[in-house]
């Protein structure tokens, strides 16, 4: 079910991988990822509990390639007719299905989980029509791109500045504590990027993987 967690802002918890994606009342009905394959169903009953239809939603947002945040894109692009949009280095992923790498562990928990997705995920994606937009510093809606990569090589934060909301999805993780996300294609780089992310105005922010912040987050990344 959706439930919300900041004014605007409904979190989906997906937990086959423990992964949330975000229902948000923008400019349009916005969708920020769209959880595991085969749980677009699940993602409709909590659009309809926050109050909306599936063709209600105006856009859906992908913030990189893996299975627990687009696995779904294909199927409710057909059920809401919205336009998706992703980074242009993810975009051969989801718009041409290719077959992507699998990601590095960074940490303990990360050599604990990682052989669990390999076998738990798929590694394609079901093809969607999609525009490859989200490019640093470009807004989508309210929404302004921030290139994070690093967990993949396209992977893409989304800063609501009006509202001080950051959407880190895997840029970021909130299960072990704010810190970089546990797997990473490019580990030293996702490092980097979890600096950048440092350096925003935000007060609050929602993670792809752990609990959101509701304020105090900026502070939270700087380890105060």
Same mark, same amino acid.
Not at 27 to 55: Q, S
């Given at each position: 079910?959706?439930?919300?967690?900041?004014?605007?802002?409904?979190? *989906?918890?997906?937990?086959?991988?423990?992964?949330?994606?975000?229902?948000? #009342?923008?400019?349009?009905? $916005?969708?920020? &990822?769209?959880?595991?394959?085969? +749980?677009?169903? !699940?993602? /409709?009953? +909590?659009?309809?509990?926050?109050?909306?239809?599936? $063709?209600?939603?105006?856009?859906?947002?992908? @913030?990189? %390639?893996?299975?627990?945040? =687009?696995?779904?894109?294909?199927?409710?692009?057909?059920? $809401?007719?919205?336009?998706?949009?992703?980074?242009?280095?993810?975009?051969?992923? *989801?718009?041409? =299905?290719?077959?992507?790498? *699998?990601?590095?562990? @960074?940490?303990?928990?990360?050599?604990?989980?990682?052989?669990?997705?390999?076998?738990?995920?798929?590694? $394609?994606?079901?093809? /969607?029509?999609?525009?490859?937009?989200?490019?640093?510093?470009?807004? /989508?809606?309210?929404?302004? *791109?921030? #290139?994070?990569?690093? !967990?993949?090589?396209?992977?893409?934060?989304?800063?609501?500045? #009006?509202?001080?909301?950051?959407?880190? =999805?895997?840029? =970021?993780?909130?299960? @072990?504590?704010?810190?970089?996300?546990?797997?990473?294609?490019?580990?030293?780089?996702? !490092?980097?990027?979890? &600096?950048?992310?440092? #350096?925003? &105005?935000?007060?609050?922010?929602?993670?792809?993987?752990?609990? @959101?912040?509701?304020?105090?987050?900026?502070?939270?990344? %700087?380890?105060?």
């Amino acid at each position: 079910m959706a439930r919300e967690v900041l004014p605007s802002v409904h979190e *989906v918890f997906f937990p086959k991988a423990l992964v949330n994606a975000y229902i948000v #009342e923008a400019d349009v009905p $916005t969708l920020i &990822d769209t959880g595991t394959p085969g +749980a677009a169903g !699940h993602l /409709v009953k +909590a659009l309809r509990n926050a109050g909306h239809e599936p $063709t209600d939603i105006g856009r859906i947002l992908i @913030t990189h %390639r893996h299975a627990d945040h =687009a696995g779904n894109a294909a199927e409710l692009a057909r059920l $809401t007719g919205a336009e998706v949009h992703v980074s242009p280095g993810d975009a051969p992923y *989801v718009v041409e =299905a290719r077959e992507q790498p *699998v990601p590095k562990a @960074t940490s303990l928990l990360g050599r604990a989980l990682v052989p669990y997705v390999k076998v738990a995920l798929p590694w $394609t994606l079901d093809p /969607v029509e999609a525009q490859a937009s989200l490019v640093d510093r470009a807004t /989508v809606g309210p929404f302004r *791109v921030v #290139e994070t990569p690093g !967990h993949t090589g396209g992977h893409v934060s989304l800063l609501w500045e #009006e509202r001080g909301i950051l959407f880190t =999805a895997d840029a =970021a993780q909130n299960i @072990t504590g704010v810190a970089p996300h546990f797997a990473a294609d490019n580990p030293q780089q996702a !490092h980097t990027t979890f &600096d950048r992310l440092r #350096e925003l &105005d935000f007060d609050s922010a929602c993670f792809g993987h752990g609990r @959101t912040l509701r304020s105090g987050a900026r502070k939270r990344f %700087r380890g105060r």
